[in-house]
Structures are given as C-alpha cells and as structure tokens.
Nanobody, 118 residues
Framework: QVQLVESGGGLAHPGGSLRLSCQAS????????IHWYRQAPGKEREMVAT?????????YIPPSVEGRFTISRDNAANTVYLRMTGLKPEDTAVYYC??????????WGQGTQVTVSS
C-alpha cells in the first residue's frame, strides 16, 4: 500500500505561483511514476505532470501547461513537487497526486484545492 498526502494548495492571484507537495509513505519502493492530475468542476480529470522514479527522474509536462508547470522530487523526503507559475483562472481545480506501482496498482491522494482569482 502507498499513501499520498498533497499540500500547498490555496488561493493565488492571476500570474502568481504555488508549489504543491505530494508526500508518499508506505511501500514507496514499489512506485515507478508519480503523476499530478487536476479536475475542475464539470470537467474530466486532466494529467498535468509526470515524473518517472526509476529512470533518473525523467519528466513530462503536457502542452496545456508546458512552460508554466514543473515537476520535481526529493527522494530523501519521498516527496514530489508541482511548481506552478503564471497561474490563470482556468488553473482553478482540485489537484491530485497519483502513484503507479510496479504491479500496475494506482494510488491517489485526497486532493488539494487551487483557486486562482483576483
């Protein structure tokens, strides 16, 4: 089992920045990738960042947020970060951390709300 706890959400002004954290515990040795997703009201869940754990930490940022979002990790702290800059009102959503394990099991955190508003 893997437990994920997100933090760092809150209110930001347009153009502002936030850094979200996803701390993993439990069977963290089994994780091969961590993803950040977001879900806005009435919309489907959208993946916004990926970091691979076992290949040196390669990352993927989809075009929708490329240039504004970055993902990084602190192995010692079992924590993955999502740095968001140039925030827009359309970035308002609940942001979720997702871990995939070597047995292809998926674990989710409880989510953290990000609201971008003036």
């Amino acid at each position: 089992q893997v437990q994920l706890v997100e933090s760092g959400g809150g209110l930001a002004h347009p153009g502002g920045s936030l850094r979200l954290s996803c701390q993993a515990s439990g069977s963290t040795y089994s994780i091969y990738a961590i993803h950040w997703y977001r879900q806005a009201p009435g919309k489907e869940r959208e993946m916004v960042a990926t970091i691979n754990i076992n290949d040196g930490g390669s990352t993927y940022i989809p075009p929708s947020v490329e240039g504004r979002f970055t993902i990084s990790r602190d192995n010692a702290a079992n924590t993955v970060y999502l740095r968001m800059t140039g925030l827009k009102p359309e970035d308002t959503a609940v942001y979720y951390c997702n871990a995939r394990t070597l047995l292809e099991v998926s674990f989710w955190g409880q989510g953290t709300q990000v609201t971008v508003s003036s």
